[in-house]
């Protein structure tokens, strides 16, 4: 009986090592391992080079997308937060100018009525004044902390109380 011939390829030592080692790893000879990855590779006509690139192009882009999906995340746990910032400095701006118009007001009323009181009178309305005015401080001071406080709890990355604004990572998955 004769043996059918046979060809030979030469390729580089490390390719050879790589081959060899592989073959060993699935329990194949170098030439029934050399064949099975020959007839992978044409059946399916298959450019190993070209379609290696392609694999790293599709990891890129699943890489992107992920980075995409995280910004998108972080934007809007921005937007969670700094929204409700925004509206409540809104508010307060709100606030302080009708605060310094009826203070204006007051102020030419006071001055009107100035001119027809007493000394005694005068100087009542002035502790009277520094009271409020103590009283004031104490309130817009607690008001501050209470809202740093607030902030902090809700801040990018902590867990959003019921009913906060922002999406949740399934939504955002989508």
Do not use: W
């Amino acid at each position: 009986m004769e043996r059918p011939k046979r060809q030979q390829i030469r390729v580089a030592p490390s390719s050879h090592a790589s081959a060899t080692k592989a073959a060993a790893a699935c329990g194949l000879s170098l030439s029934e391992y050399t064949e099975a990855t020959l007839g992978y590779f044409t059946s399916r006509q298959l450019n190993p080079v070209g379609d290696v690139a392609r694999e790293g192009e599709l990891i890129m882009l699943q890489v992107k997308k992920l980075g995409d999906r995280i910004f998108s995340y972080m934007q809007e746990e921005e937007r969670s937060l700094l929204v409700p910032m925004l509206e409540e400095m809104l508010r307060s701006r709100v606030t302080l100018d009708r605060v310094l118009r009826m203070n204006e007001i007051l102020v030419a009323n006071l001055n009107r009525q100035l001119g027809t009181m007493t000394k005694e009178q005068i100087e009542s309305q002035r502790e009277a004044g520094k009271q409020l005015r103590a009283q004031n401080e104490e309130m817009i001071e607690r008001q501050v902390q209470e809202a740093i406080a607030g902030a902090k709890k809700a801040g990018p990355g902590k867990p959003k109380a019921e009913g906060q604004a922002g999406k949740n990572d399934a939504e955002l998955s989508r």
